[in-house]
Structure formats: C-alpha cells, structure tokens
C-alpha cells in the first residue's frame, strides 16, 4: 500500500506557486513560511491525501490569518455583566477614544510645562478636574486600585499597623485578596471586630502606639445581610481624630454620579465620600467612572503630596494614553446629562427596557430575513466589576434555539467574536451589555455562524 503522505509537496515547492508568491508579498515572509510549513504538518498527521492547489492556497491563508489576528482584540459583550472584568471592563466614550488618538500620534506635554516652558509632571494633568468634581483638596493617578492601596500604606504606615474590619477583608479579581495587597505595602495588618459586626469600641481597643491608620474598604462585590453592624467612615473619622491618625477608604467603583434614580442605590459617589471626611479616598478609572484602568487617589493635599513624593510613585505610574483617555471621560462629567448620554456605561446601565426591547426585536427581524428563528425574551443584566453586587437590572435578550453549544463556539471563534450565555438550553443574547451602535455588527456576526 503507498503512503500518500510521501506525496506531499515540498515547502519549498509551495512556496514557489503563484498564489503563495502573491501571499509574500502581501505578509512578512516569516509569517508565510511559517503557515505553509504548518499546513504541510497538518496534512501529514492528518495521513497525507490529495490536495489541489487551490485547497493548498486556502489552507495557507486560513493559517496566515489565525497567524496574523492581533491576541487582544475587540468583541462583542452580550453576556448582560455590563463591567466584565474577563472582557476588559468599561468601553471607552468616543471623546477619549479621540484623546488616546490625538495624544498617540506625535508629542506632547507629558512631562513639559507649556506655560514656563519648564519640566513638568505628568501628575498635574487631572487634579483640577479631579478636585473639582469631587471637592477633595488634591488628587493622584497611578496604574490601578490595587496599586492606590499599596502606595498609600506603603507612604503611610510602612512597618507600622493598619487597622481593618474582618468583614472587608475581601477578595477581589483573579483571587487577589485585599489583605495581601497591603501585606505588600509593608504595613502590618490589624484585624478589628467580627464578620459580621464590627463597633466603635473594636477599633478604641486596637488602637496603639504603632498604629498608623484605619482603612475602610467599601464591600463593593458582596453584600452582608442580617444581624450585621459596622463603623462608617464619619464614625471612623471621629475615633481617628482622637489620636491623630488618617483614615483610609477604598471606595472601589469610582461612582461619580448617584444612580438612585434608576434604581441602583447603595454605591457611595466619590463626592459623597470626601464629605465623609477620610483623609484619602481611593477609586478605580474604569468601573463606574467609565474610564481608562487607573487607581485614583483623592484627600488631603499634605497627604496626597507625601504619596507624590514616595519611590513606589514612579513605579506605579501612569502613561499618557491613559492620562488623556481620563481626562477626557473626567471632562465628559462636567455636564451630568452628557455623562449619562455619553458615557457607555452609564448610558447601558440607565436605558430603558422599552428601548433595549425595540433594538432587540430590530436585531430579530434582521435575523429572519435571512432565514434565522429567533425570539425576544425577559433578561437579568448584572453591573458587574465588583458594583451593585446584588443588583438585577430588567433587560431583553435575543434568545436562540437549537445546537446552541455549537453556535455559542461559533459565535466565540468569529470576527467579531460574540459573547453570550447559555440558558435553559438557548443562546441569549443580552442586549444591555450591547452598544446600540454594535447592533449590526451582532446581526452580520450571528449570520456568518449559522452552520
């Protein structure tokens, strides 16, 4: 019997066809061989068999756009967790989009004082809007929350104590938990009170001479309920008072504008947390903010201006694309109506099920002119990001029956790539999660992953 697989082309050969000279000129040659080569291993392992060229051709181009797709790419959220951590949390609004654009393209005033034609500091760029916004006296941008926390404690109470309640002592993404991240800071931490109910007095009793400061982590992706007690943050502030310590508070979510008007109460703003009175506040950029990943630092201007000086700063650091994609979400706010317009995702999280229903039943009737069946159906959408962790927000979802295990890996696999859930042995496709602008988009994607 004659092994096929010794008829195999060359890679060499291949190489020398018309349409794969046509495929080097249009790739980097590394890229083409490398395909070719694959292709002609694939073949073999597969037990060799006739191939024409035309099949070779399509094979290799298949290889050199799996070869070529970037590895972080764009997609489509239709899973209705409107802040997916694992899909990159908050979309941009297009007037940072714009910013990033302006800013990558040439120079700019990173580090550079235009006005005195002095060095500057990047640092400088959104205090004001930061201060204004918020009403703290000073403000700090580093890479993200997590880094907020470190830097503070590590200026604050390095080999010193920090005071924290057992019941927000949580843990956040990636099973990173809070009391490691500030185990890094080189501050010792304290536990005070219970699980479930933590007083006055439990923070009085802790209180030494090697205390530093009182941390308040905001419980923003869990909620305790029943017999429960806990210290706010004035409660804080008046106990500190007594022995001239600061108070720390990790608000989270960065909220800069009260939602309670739709629904979703009990997320501080970052407003409503400096009239508390801690000392810093500290807040992530693209949670609630809708902004760039950032670790904002708000407080006292002494305070802020010890972190400013401290090594970790500059380790921590910010670049400029997420300073200019920050200052022009920041800018956005200045005009609340525009903010909850403009914004993603505050527009996702405030629009109505009447009009999430309309965009659906859009997207279906698009889907039945080409002969694909599927309905409008009730939804719960999630905030998502660790906010309003017991929040469910009235949504509508396209629902699609049949295989769905192998449209969902279809619909995963494309360009763009669509992700959805599985329910009760249908496809939903939440539409909260979906920009009205990425309507025809999922359409033309659900199309093209019909078998």
């Not at 002609?40 to 298949?62: C, F, M, N, P, Y």
């Not at 927000?168 to 931490?189: C, H, N, Q, T, Y």
């Not at 629009?351 to 309905?375: D, K, N, Y």
């Not at 909260?432 to 659900?446: G, M």
Request: charged letters at 20%.
């Amino acid at each position: 019997m004659t092994d096929s697989r010794r008829d195999l082309p060359s890679v060499g050969s291949l190489l020398e066809t018309a349409g794969v000279k046509l495929l080097l000129e249009q790739h980097p040659r590394r890229v083409v061989v490398d395909a070719v080569r694959d292709s002609v291993e694939a073949a073999r392992a597969a037990g060799g068999g006739d191939k024409t060229q035309q099949q070779w051709l399509d094979t290799i181009s298949s290889a050199i756009r799996d070869a070529s797709r970037p590895s972080l790419r764009r997609l489509i959220n239709a899973t209705g967790v409107i802040l997916h951590t694992n899909l990159g949390r908050a979309p941009l609004p297009e007037a940072a989009i714009h910013a990033i654009q302006q800013v990558a393209e040439g120079f700019s005033n990173l580090e550079y004082d235009i006005a005195t034609g002095q060095r500057g500091s990047r640092y400088s760029h959104c205090v004001g809007l930061l201060t204004q916004l918020t009403g703290a006296e000073d403000a700090l941008v580093v890479n993200n929350c997590a880094a907020a926390m470190v830097l503070t404690l590590n200026a604050l109470a390095q080999k010193k104590e920090v005071l924290v309640s057992r019941g927000e002592l949580v843990e956040i993404g990636g099973s990173f938990r809070i009391p490691d991240i500030m185990a890094r800071s080189g501050a010792k931490l304290v536990e005070v009170g219970t699980t479930n109910r933590t007083h006055d007095d439990d923070y009085r009793r802790a209180i030494t001479p090697k205390t530093a400061a009182i941390v308040k982590v905001h419980r923003s992706n869990f909620a305790i309920e029943g017999f429960t007690a806990d210290v706010s943050v004035e409660g804080l502030v008046f106990i500190a008072a007594e022995h001239g310590l600061p108070v720390v508070h990790d608000l989270g979510s960065g909220l800069m504008l009260s939602l309670d008007a739709y629904g979703l109460t009990g997320e501080p703003t970052a407003s409503t947390a400096i009239a508390s009175g801690a000392t810093l506040v500290l807040m992530s950029g693209d949670k609630l903010l809708g902004g760039p990943q950032a670790g904002i630092i708000l407080g006292k201007e002494a305070v802020v201006a010890k972190l400013r000086k401290n090594p970790l700063t500059r380790a921590l650091r910010v670049d400029k694309l997420t300073l200019s994609a920050l200052e022009a979400t920041l800018r956005i706010y200045l005009d609340p109506t525009r903010a909850l317009r403009d914004i993603p995702v505050l527009s996702m999280l405030t629009e109505s099920v009447e009009q999430i229903e309309s965009r659906a039943r859009a997207v279906t009737a698009g889907l039945a002119s080409h002969g694909i069946i599927a309905e409008v159906v009730p939804s719960q959408s999630s905030v998502g990001g660790g906010a309003f962790p017991t929040a469910e927000i009235a949504s509508r979802a396209v629902a699609i029956s049949g295989d769905v295990t192998a449209f969902e890996e279809r619909l995963r696999l494309g360009e763009p790539a669509v992700i959805g859930r599985i329910s009760e042995q249908r496809l939903l496709l939440d539409l909260r999660s979906v920009q009205p602008r990425e309507d025809a988009a999922l359409t033309t994607a659900v199309l093209r992953a019909r078998a």
